[in-house]
């Protein structure tokens, strides 16, 4: 009875010992915006494996709860509170929108859980709110780099701005651009307006037409883009278009076709780099995913789970607040996007990339520094 007793007790205590860390992951993997959030969901499932294969984080394995938003307002929050009320989830990876994440955000703070969001770029995200982290760079600065490129690289001094007024992510990045162009003594000749779902943009493009702008600037999500670009090109518009990293998905390719040729967009990275790290990423995402070729959102996610799994190594402990002062200390982690820093906004300093649409596929243009 002893010895029964005791096998037992040492049965229960290496249940407790291997109890898995569990994270929360919500992303839109459904409707209109599913291209950002399957891809991030391979990224975080990606890193999970290599985490567990080396033996996990403090001896125990990492497994997520990934909840799907559907791309549709509200879904995120309620993703939220089922993770950290039902699930118990010690830290939640936000993907998508800035919108999404958002809704997320002050339940994260609430609970004194961190979050990290992977693709989410609009100020907003992290303001007022140290439990909330992000590891891809700013509206601000991705604004800075359209405005910059469109003056230095296309020289155009004279560009039209397309903007979603229903999007936290677009309003953002429009009012970055149109100051930081404005400062470089370029003109906007036209502001127009338009809301996500709007299928037909003619009328918007036509009073374009009539000011001749040396290029187009869009700053919504990649569905109404590539129509805005297949209209554009229908009403002869033949001037350069480009937009923010929202562009970058295979729908964006896939719904613009030929009209998307030699569009611009900003990204986080670009899968035809030479840089070791990224062409190793590449190599495993597309041998574990049928060949697919990731874009911005795996790898971001993927760099995101490995950065929330190195701060619970060092804080030794899945506790809320040492784990956020864990993720606000991250300096210089290298990852698949660059190297890392978390700064007193909880914000990342990192790069971004210019890609142009080549042959059906983004191709590298130039890299440009914070």
Not at 296 to 321: C, K, Q, V, W
């Amino acid at each position: 009875m002893i010895r029964l007793t005791l096998a037992f007790f040492l049965l229960g205590a290496l249940a407790v010992a291997v109890e898995p860390i569990k994270l929360g992951e919500v992303s839109p993997k459904t409707g209109k915006e599913a291209a950002l959030g399957q891809q991030a969901r391979r990224g975080v499932q990606l890193a999970l494996e290599e985490i567990n294969a080396r033996g996990g984080v403090l001896g125990r394995p990492l497994v997520v709860v990934s909840e799907d938003n559907r791309s549709r307002p509200g879904e995120s929050a309620t993703s939220a509170k089922k993770l950290l009320s039902r699930d118990k989830v010690v830290a939640l990876i936000a993907g998508g929108t800035s919108s999404h994440c958002l809704e997320m955000a002050p339940l994260a703070q609430g609970a004194r859980v961190p979050m990290v969001a992977s693709t989410a770029t609009a100020t907003e995200v992290t303001e007022k709110r140290d439990y909330v982290f992000r590891t891809c760079f700013i509206d601000p600065f991705q604004g800075a780099v359209l405005a910059r490129f469109a003056h230095t690289t296309l020289k155009a001094r004279r560009v039209a701005l397309l903007t979603s007024v229903s999007s936290t992510y677009s309003v953002g990045l429009s009012k970055v651009f149109r100051e930081r162009f404005k400062a470089l003594d370029g003109e906007l000749v036209a502001d127009q307006k338009y809301s996500e779902g709007d299928k037909d943009f003619r009328a918007q493009l036509t009073a374009i037409k009539a000011l001749k702008p040396d290029a187009i600037a869009a700053t919504g999500s990649y569905v109404e883009a590539a129509l805005i670009c297949k209209q554009a090109r229908e009403l002869g518009l033949t001037v350069p278009l480009f937009g923010g990293d929202s562009w970058e998905a295979p729908e964006f390719l896939a719904i613009g076709g030929k009209a998307v040729e030699g569009a611009f967009l900003a990204s986080h990275y670009s899968s035809s780099s030479n840089a070791p790290e990224v062409a190793a990423f590449v190599k495993k995402y597309a041998a574990r995913f049928g060949g697919e070729i990731p874009d911005s959102m795996a790898p971001l996610a993927y760099d995101a789970t490995l950065i929330l799994a190195a701060a619970i190594a060092r804080a030794g402990t899945t506790d809320g607040p040492k784990l956020r002062d864990a993720l606000a200390a991250t300096k210089n982690f290298p990852g698949v996007t660059g190297r890392t820093t978390i700064d007193a906004q909880r914000n990342a300093s990192k790069s971004a990339v210019i890609l142009t649409v080549k042959d059906g596929r983004f191709a590298y243009v130039e890299t440009i520094e914070p």
